[in-house]
C-alpha cells in the first residue's frame, strides 16, 4: 500500500492517513493519533506539531503487509532525523538511492531536487519503532537565528536553504543519551500545556543530540559517546536474564560468564542504559517481584523472600521497607 503525501503539514498528514488507512483520527490540540486498523496490523501513528515548521511523528507498527509513505517535497526546504528504536525500515531517496535504517540507529536526510519522493518503507511481519523529526527549514529559520550555526557547512547550508549536493545523507548508531531520550517519550502522563513542552524539549534534544554527534565525526571522525547496537542486546539481555533467574545468587561474574562477555562490559553497559548499578538493577527487580507475590497472598514473608534470592528474612525486611516505606509484613496484612 503507497500513502502519498504532498505537504508535511502534520493536519494535512494526518488527515490523509485516516483516508487511505480508513482508520478514525484523533486530534487533540497539537496532537494527531491514528490506530493501524486491523485489516493492516497493529499500532499507531502519533504526531506532535510544534509550530514554526518543527514536528514530531513516531510510528509503531506491526503490519500484515508493507506499507510505502511517499513525501513528495517541495523544494530543498524539508530536514528528517529519523531514530529507529525497534525494528527495520527502508528509506528511498530516489528509485536508486536506497538504504535500511537498523535498531538503534539514525539518519539526518534532505535533498534538493523537488522531483522526487522520499518513501519511508514499513516491512510487512517487522515490529518497527521509528521517531521522526521534520523541520521545515524555511519557516523555521524565520524564528531562529541560523547565520551563526557552529556546525559543519553542509548541514548549515541544509537549515539555510543555500544551494548544495542534490542529497544530503549522514547515518550512524546513535548515542546513549538518544536511546535514553527516546525512551522518555513514553513515559509523559501529564496533558495540555505541560505535555507539549515535555515532548518539544525531547524533540529538541534528539535534534540537539544528533547534530552535535554528527559534528563531533565530521571534525574528529570517530564520536566515543555512540551505542553500539551488541552492547544494547547485550544489556537488554543481561536484565531479562536478571528478571527470569531473581531466585538464584546473582553475581556480575556468573552474569558475565553466562553471557559470554565480561565484567566491566555488564558494569558500566548497566549504568549507561539504566543510570543504576548491576547491584541496584538486581535489588530493584527482587523487590518489585517481591511485591507482586505478596499482593498475590499465596506464600508467607519468608518464603517471598527466598524466592527472590534473599537469604535472610531480615535483611529482606529492610531493603524492603527502604523501597516502599513499610514492613512486608505490614504491606502484606494490609
Not at 514536528?55 to 506491526?62: F, G, L
Not at 528504536?85 to 539518519?107: C, D, E
Request: glycine fraction near 6%; hydrophobic fraction near 40%; include cysteine.
Amino acid at each position: 500500500m503507497k500513502i502519498s503525501f504532498n505537504s508535511t503539514d502534520l493536519k494535512n498528514i494526518f488527515l490523509t492517513l485516516s483516508e487511505k488507512l480508513d482508520s478514525k483520527i484523533f486530534i487533540s490540540g497539537f496532537e494527531y493519533k491514528i490506530d493501524v486498523p486491523e485489516s493492516a496490523g497493529d499500532g499507531e501513528i502519533i504526531g506532535f506539531d510544534f509550530g514554526g515548521g518543527f514536528n514530531m511523528i513516531r510510528i509503531k507498527s506491526d503490519l500484515f503487509k508493507m506499507i510505502n509513505l511517499e513525501f513528495r517535497e517541495e523544494g530543498y526546504h524539508i530536514l528528517r532525523y529519523l531514530f529507529m528504536a525497534n525494528g527495520n525500515l527502508i528509506h528511498s531517496l530516489s528509485p536508486s538511492f536506497r538504504y535500511r535504517l537498523l535498531s538503534y540507529t539514525s539518519s539526518i536526510i534532505a535533498r534538493q531536487s523537488s522531483q522526487l519522493s522520499q518513501d519511508i518503507i514499513l516491512p510487512a511481519q517487522n515490529r518497527c519503532e521509528v521517531v521522526m523529526l521534520q523541520i521545515n527549514t524555511e519557516k523555521y529559520s524565520r524564528n531562529v537565528n541560523l547565520e551563526s550555526l557552529n556546525v559543519p557547512h553542509e548541514l548549515a547550508n541544509v537549515f539555510l536553504n543555500k544551494s548544495t549536493s542534490d542529497v544530503f545523507l549522514y547515518q550512524s548508531s546513535y548515542s546513549v543519551n538518544i536511546f535514553e531520550t527516546l525512551k522518555q517519550l513514553n513515559n509523559i502522563t501529564s496533558e495540555g500545556l505541560v505535555k507539549r513542552f515535555y515532548l518539544e524539549s525531547k524533540a529538541l534534544e534528539l535534534l540537539w543530540m544528533q547534530t552535535e554527534h554528527y559534528k563531533i565525526e565530521q571534525l574528529y571522525g570517530y564520536d566515543r559517546a555512540l551505542l553500539r547496537k551488541r552492547d544494547i542486546e547485550l544489556i537488554l539481555q543481561a536484565k531479562d536474564f536478571i528478571r527470569n533467574n531473581i531466585h538464584e545468587n546473582l553475581t556480575v561474574g556468573y552474569l558475565a560468564r553466562t553471557l559470554g562477555t565480561n565484567e566491566t562490559k555488564i558494569k558500566t553497559g548497566f549504568v549507561k542504559l539504566f543510570g543504576n548499578t548491576f547491584g541496584e538493577v538486581l535489588r530493584n527487580e527482587r523487590l518489585v517481584k517481591a511485591k507482586i507475590l505478596l499482593e498475590e497472598g499465596k506464600m508467607s514473608v519468608k518464603e517471598v523472600a527466598y524466592n527472590v534470592g534473599y537469604t535472610s528474612r531480615s535483611v529482606f525486611a529492610r531493603r524492603f521497607r527502604e523501597k516502599f516505606g513499610i514492613l512486608p509484613s505490614l504491606f502484606q496484612n494490609n
